[in-house]
């Protein structure tokens, strides 16, 4: 296992030509050990499907191949104790190599499987997992718990904020620079919606694993000359907003100030995804409390991975990998004491069929 993410981490998967190579090269590292492989593409990426098990029940690990750009000596892989560096070795081919380990340990033992364990392999998460992890959802290759294995330290990342994005203009009234009071400065409305927006009791609401939402003013166009007051300003929003708060609900809050305070504005999508929102009562991260006693615990995701793709379904979706650090970072490494534990727990869970301990 960790010749093999040394291997790939050899592999510079941060095209989509790179992240293709990395997966023949995992689909062919599987197919010598004796596991059948399927490999689907979708506009030029590739991702690999293979299933182990039978039973009413699907579980669905998900590991991603394409990385992050690095540096040209980060993609040699070194080691220093009990740390593996270079790119991608956190995010996430230290918990891909564990999940191709794991997988290959199950193949052994077929029988004793009482539920489908299904592995997806994909190319695009780093760009937002459209073409390889949705696609595959949208395929039918869905099932009842996925696990991501981004890495998380061996904690359940059980939730993820929703994203909405949005643009939204506004329109004042130019003048001459010298005489702004003619004019209505469409900068200052921007910046006054901006406060309004803040101001909103939504914006300040928590939930179990979330202290709020996250307001980030992103982009801001406006203004040409000093001499002139800008009549029109554009700014764009990327909120992450938390469980229980939708993507329609945001657009009506944010509609909602427009209409009261800027009537001439006008806002536009620009991408949006629903939060992930798994029960921490669900029977599957029970289990996975169950198997791992006192050394996980659960929280919440500020980011987004390819469970939302997931989620969208219905099925509960974690994130849950190996611990490591300064992924997307000069430093990135896993550790490896964590990846052969990740690899066992994978393995007990996939063939568990206690009944989960209330936790
Ligand atoms: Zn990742």
Redesign the pocket.
């Given at each position: 296992m960790i010749d093999l993410v040394q291997d790939l981490i050899r592999i510079q998967s941060d095209t989509k030509e790179g992240a293709n190579h990395a997966l023949d090269f995992s689909a062919k590292w599987l197919q010598e050990r004796g596991v059948e492989v399927k490999i689907i593409e979708n506009e030029g990426y590739k991702m690999l499907v293979a299933e182990l098990g039978q039973g009413e029940e699907t579980l669905i690990w998900n590991g991603?191949l394409d990385i992050v750009p690095g540096r040209k000596e980060q993609f040699e892989p070194y080691i220093e104790g009990d740390k593996l560096f270079g790119r991608g070795s956190a995010?996430?081919k230290g918990g891909v190599a564990a999940m191709m380990a794991a997988f290959v340990g199950l193949s052994k033992h077929p029988d004793r499987l009482t539920k489908k364990v299904q592995f997806h392999l994909v190319t695009d998460?780093?760009t937002g997992g459209s073409k390889t992890s949705k696609h595959l959802v949208q395929q039918g290759y869905t099932g009842d718990f996925v696990i991501c294995g981004?890495p998380t330290f061996l904690k359940i990342g059980l939730q993820a904020k929703g994203i909405s994005q949005f643009f939204v203009t506004f329109h004042g009234k130019g003048a001459h620079g010298s005489r702004p009071w003619e004019g209505d400065n469409a900068i200052l409305q921007s910046h006054r919606f901006h406060q309004l927006l803040l101001e909103q009791e939504w914006t300040k609401e928590s939930t179990t694993y979330y202290e709020h939402p996250s307001i980030n003013l992103a982009r801001i166009q406006a203004g040409d000359r000093f001499n002139m007051v800008p009549d029109t300003c554009e700014v764009g929003y990327d909120i992450r907003f938390v469980p229980g708060q939708s993507v329609d609900f945001v657009e009506q809050q944010l509609k909602a100030i427009l209409t009261e305070h800027f009537p001439n504005a006008e806002i536009r999508r620009r991408g949006v995804s629903p939060a992930v929102t798994t029960a921490d009562d669900d029977p599957r991260v029970l289990q996975l409390l169950d198997i791992m006693k006192e050394e996980t615990e659960i929280m919440g995701q500020h980011g987004s991975?390819d469970t939302r793709h997931y989620a969208v379904t219905g099925a509960g979706a974690i994130e849950f990998g190996p611990a490591g650090g300064d992924w997307h970072g000069p430093g990135e490494f896993v550790s490896i004491s964590s990846m052969e534990k990740y690899r066992d727990i994978l393995m007990e869970f996939a063939f568990y069929t206690g009944i989960p301990k209330e936790v």
């Open positions: 991603h995010d996430m998460e780093e981004e991975a």
